[in-house]
């Protein structure tokens, strides 16, 4: 039986990563520092919003809601972050509240 998340299920830091995608919508988070799997927001990461002219710019609708399944997208940004651990995202790619894309800089061993 595969158990699907929720919001209400998530650690704090995890849900207010969760609630700033949604708050992005389209955009990117940069220089977001990971310790412990969890995403720190001191020093607070920068974001970079994208405003599309006769699109939406606004927050999702679901940004209010206390819970809710998450998206499949969102559950792979939660296993990365499990896996990475600790380290900084340089770039998290966010498109209709939605995390797309990761980019981490990496020393080779």
């Known amino acids: ?21 949604q708050q992005v919508n389209f955009g990117r988070i940069d220089c977001l520092a990971i310790v412990g799997g969890d995403p720190v927001f001191d020093p607070p990461p920068r974001l970079v919003r994208e405003i599309k002219f006769g699109g939406e710019n606004g ?8 819970d809710f399944l998450l998206k ?8 990365f972050l499990d896996e990475f651990q600790n380290g900084t995202v340089d770039v998290l790619e966010v498109k209709h509240g939605l995390p797309f894309r990761v980019i981490v800089t990496e020393v080779p061993a």
């Open 1 to 21: 039986m595969v158990t699907q998340t929720r919001k209400a299920s998530l650690s704090p830091a995890r849900r207010r990563l969760l609630e700033l995608l």
């Open 59 to 66: 927050p999702r609708p679901e940004l209010g809601s206390p």
């Open 72 to 79: 499949s997208q969102v559950v792979e940004l939660l296993a």
